[in-house]
């Protein structure tokens, strides 16, 4: 009985879910695009070479890294993402990367679907609009189709992104159009992933009630939470004399509700504050106009750099719009750091209001400056948060997900009427225990 894991790309919340099914001996591969792994042999040879420019690559390179699948059941579709991924560190225009983002899309779900023909797996697993064309092949040969809904419903985001641009007209940019028009293909085809799929898997409530409110069918959805990575040992308080220091972990957007942060720090008298940004910038540039001089841009860093960062702030600043989880939340928690969030983030499921962060409303300026002024008010408490924060993390790692994963796989398939295997065949003493 295997099951074939379809994503593109290399986010660790899918490398998980291959690890899941491997040490179950279900995994038939995790197809993905562009990606590098550690049996690479220009890999290892890159990492002797000396040189900055060298060191740099490599750190880039390992952002696309699979390290939690063996080679052996790795298959890459690799040519247009890296020409994707290409044009966009170049600077091309967002028409263009898009367009290549799609074209590879496309391709990928034509690449999966020629693996489903070829091996008729028992299941297959794929990823909201790169489903459609595999999900037609499985159905031909027998193959139960299993969609990963990571993300809000799309619909509902649209419609958020054009209020925001109503509400806030120096957030329009020139390629909103291209990407209005582009929208009801775009949109008819999950309409149709999800029309199709046997079973759903959703990473939060705040995700499943999105598209149950949409339309879904929420007896065919189960819902698993995502994890957190391995922990500091021990939450180190920090001085409360000083600035605070917040941290701000990816995309600085509208969606995650960056121009909200900005309004609140422009408009507030907030004295004795650092905030550390930490991500691409895609504001429209007129909308960072003014940026306080309290607001660092450092751009985007690796993973380990960032993790690093966030055990000498006081908080993570997460004010999103729109998230179906939030994979910064549990970073943040796993080396003790309070997280500030809002309440359409699906990690908010994990926060305790005082005890281990803040949850504020989403859309508020007034909410993100009352969150700031509380922490510069109560240095201590905040500071006294920090071992709940790393004690959340630790009780919701990843090992943990896999098995609750599997647990609710299995349900959620005998409930829809399907098969699985009367006594789980784990391969916990075939495999070492894996620390991912």
């Known amino acids: 009985m295997s099951i074939l894991v379809a994503y593109p790309g290399t986010g660790e919340f899918a490398q998980q879910i291959a690890l899941a099914m491997l040490e179950e001996k279900m995994l038939e591969a995790f197809v993905t695009t562009f990606a590098v792994h550690a049996d690479d042999g220009a890999l290892r040879a890159l990492g002797g070479l000396p040189g900055r420019s060298s060191a740099r690559l490599r750190h880039s390179l390992m952002r696309r890294s699979v390290d939690l699948v063996p080679s052996e059941k790795l298959l890459r579709r690799t040519g247009l993402d890296l020409l994707r991924t290409s044009a966009f560190q170049a600077g091309f225009g967002a028409h263009f990367v898009d367009t290549l983002w799609d074209l590879m899309s496309h391709d990928f779900t034509r690449y999966v679907a020629r693996l489903v023909r070829e091996r008729a797996p028992y299941a297959l697993y794929a990823y909201e609009y790169t489903a459609r064309e595999a999900f037609a ?60 799929a046997d079973l759903i898997v959703c990473n939060s409530t705040v ?65 004795g504050v650092e905030i550390d940004i930490y991500g691409t910038v895609t504001l429209p540039a007129r909308a960072c106009v003014g940026i306080p001089e309290f607001i660092h841009l450092k751009g985007a ?77 109560h240095r201590h408490q905040l500071n006294a948060m920090r071992p709940a924060a790393l004690a959340t993390a630790k009780a919701r790692q990843w090992p943990q997900y896999r098995r609750e994963f599997m647990t609710a796989l299995r349900d959620g398939l005998l409930a829809r009427g399907f098969s699985w295997p009367a006594v789980p065949h784990s391969a916990a003493h075939d495999l070492k225990p894996s620390a991912a």
């Open 301 to 377: 860093v690796p993973r380990q750099d960032l993790l690093r960062q966030f055990e000498e702030a006081d908080a993570l600043i997460f004010p999103t719009l729109s998230d179906g989880f939030g994979l910064v939340v549990t970073e943040a928690l796993s080396r003790g750091l309070p997280v500030i969030t809002t309440d359409r983030a699906g990690a908010a499921d994990l926060i305790r209001h005082h005890e281990n962060g803040l949850v504020i409303r989403a859309h508020d300026a007034q909410a993100i400056k009352d969150a700031i002024g509380w922490c510069l008010d």
């Open 137 to 196: 092949v499985a159905q031909q040969v027998g193959t139960i189709r299993i969609l990963d809904l990571p993300s809000l419903s799309s619909r509902s985001l649209e419609g958020l992104l054009a209020r925001e641009s109503e509400r806030f007209p120096e957030l329009r940019a020139v390629q909103d159009r291209y990407f209005k028009r582009r929208f009801p293909e775009r949109q008819a085809r999950r309409d149709t992933e999800i029309a199709d």
């Open 207 to 271: 995700t499943r009630n999105s598209h149950v409110a949409e339309g879904a069918d929420g007896a065919r959805m189960i819902v698993v939470p995502l994890a957190a990575p391995p922990t500091i040992d021990e939450a180190r308080p920090r001085a409360v004399s000083g600035p605070l220091r917040l941290i701000w972990a990816g995309t600085f957007s509208v969606r995650k509700g960056a121009h909200y942060l900005l309004d609140a720090c422009r408009d507030s008298a907030l004295q």
